[in-house]
């Protein structure tokens, strides 16, 4: 245990109570196969490397995953070997299972560590990559975290965040509300009495979406954080920049695109948006899908920032690579690349080009390959420019160099 700032206060100390009695998220015991089965961290730099350092970089040394819960940490030691993981948590309970999975699966880089985040300095050193995602703003003063998380962040490390979105979670609130009131509890009858009750809210009642969407309500676990937890608040975009640039950070990019660009959900009105400064354009897009659950996002030192573009011709040296849950499919004749329930409409020429991108050919070896022979130089470029400028605005695809 590497201590608790200044005692544990209230709200730790209620948060940390109720991480004991109900561990989240829902532990899985088999590594190898889920991990074989497809299993992906956004965190997981051995996925995204290209959102966190676009730049270029090799597999980070040192990573810090801030509030792992039950498996989190041991995925990334899983799937980056060669990477020194840390893992913190508030919960014994959740670090159990940590221990469980990290002696199972002789996960020797894996380091686990039970406390407060905010003492985070203690653990000694920096870290190439911070993943905390879920858990600042279950903080009674989240800014006080992250700036924890960046005094331990190296000069050129980047931050995977994930926090809670305010619209799409409205009808969550609307309940908490209401359970407050009646003075619900985290026992295990009235955790029955909150799912009940959900049943019987009406079906245009906004926490309806949201169960739809959810994932983790199917265990007690995932009840009680969202319904019944002691601190819980959510931001929305203007908020979250209000926040970043507060601790002295700088924003590098949305991981997911598509929910904060115009062109992927919005594409009629994509012209009204595009001129937009970025804050505005991801703010306004924000309102007008109404969807967003949470936010995920990267982070770095203000003078390490790297952001994908297009301009210029400095593009033909970044190496594209598709995310991993994005494939190639055909449905009702129409070429697309899906990725999870969501197709993109792409020409035969698009679906050509697709197979070359994991990372290891740059779009200007690409454009040489005599594939695209048919095309006029002029015209080839343009196309590939286009195209993965395109598969960036919707959320496709990564770049590095």
């Keep these: 245990m590497i201590g608790y700032s200044g005692g544990m206060d209230n709200v730790t100390a209620r948060v940390a ?5 109900y561990s989240y998220p ?16 956004f965190g997981d730099p051995a996925y995204f490397g290209p959102m966190f350092w676009p730049e270029g970089r090799s597999t980070p040394p040192r990573i810090l995953v801030a509030g792992c819960g039950t498996v989190q940490a ?3 030691a899983y799937s980056n070997p060669d990477s020194q993981v840390v893992g913190i948590d508030i919960s014994d309970a959740s670090l159990g299972h940590q221990r469980y999975l990290r002696e199972t699966f002789g996960l020797k880089n894996l380091e686990l560590y039970q ?19 879920g858990v600042l703003h279950h903080m009674a003063d989240p800014a006080s975290g992250l700036s924890a998380l960046k005094s331990v962040l190296s000069p050129d490390g980047a931050m995977f965040i994930m ?18 009131r009646m003075g619900v509890s ?11 009750l959900l049943d019987k809210l009406p079906p245009g009642h906004p926490v309806q979406w949201y169960r739809s969407c959810a994932t983790d309500l199917s265990y007690d676990a995932g009840i009680v954080d969202t319904f019944l937890h002691p601190q819980d608040r959510a931001y929305d975009v203007s908020q979250i920049m209000d926040w970043v640039k507060g601790v002295g950070l700088g924003f590098q990019s949305w991981m997911e695109n598509a929910r904060y660009e115009p062109y992927a959900h919005l594409p009629d009105i994509a012209s009204r948006l595009e001129a937009l400064p970025d804050e505005d354009r991801w703010a ?14 990267i982070l770095r030192h203000p003078d390490r920032v790297h952001r994908v573009s297009f301009e210029g011709d400095d593009y033909l040296a970044y190496r594209p690579r598709a995310f991993p849950d994005a494939s190639v499919g055909v449905q009702d004749g129409q070429r697309l690349i899906i990725r999870g329930s969501a197709g993109f409409p792409v020409s035969e020429a698009e679906t050509l080009v697709f197979p070359w991108c994991d990372g290891s050919r740059t779009i200007a070896a690409m454009e040489a390959d005599p594939v695209l022979a048919g095309y006029d130089p002029a015209e080839r470029r343009a196309f590939l420019k286009e195209h993965f400028q395109r598969m960036w605005r919707v959320g496709l695809m990564m770049f590095q160099r």
């Design 17 to 21: 109570a109720q991480y004991t009695a």
């Design 26 to 41: 829902e532990a899985f015991a088999d590594l190898d196969v889920r991990m074989k089965a497809g299993h992906v961290d």
């Design 284 to 297: 306004a897009v924000e309102a007008l899908l109404g969807t967003a659950m949470r936010h995920m996002f």
């Design 74 to 76: 041991s995925v990334i």
């Design 186 to 196: 985290q026992t295990p009858e009235d955790v029955a009495f909150v799912r009940a």
């Design 163 to 180: 926090l809670y979105a305010s619209i799409g979670r409205a009808g969550v609130y609307l309940v908490q509300d209401a359970l407050r």
């Design 115 to 133: 406390g407060d985040l905010r003492d985070v300095g203690k653990i000694g050193g920096t870290f190439d990559l911070i993943v905390s995602t």
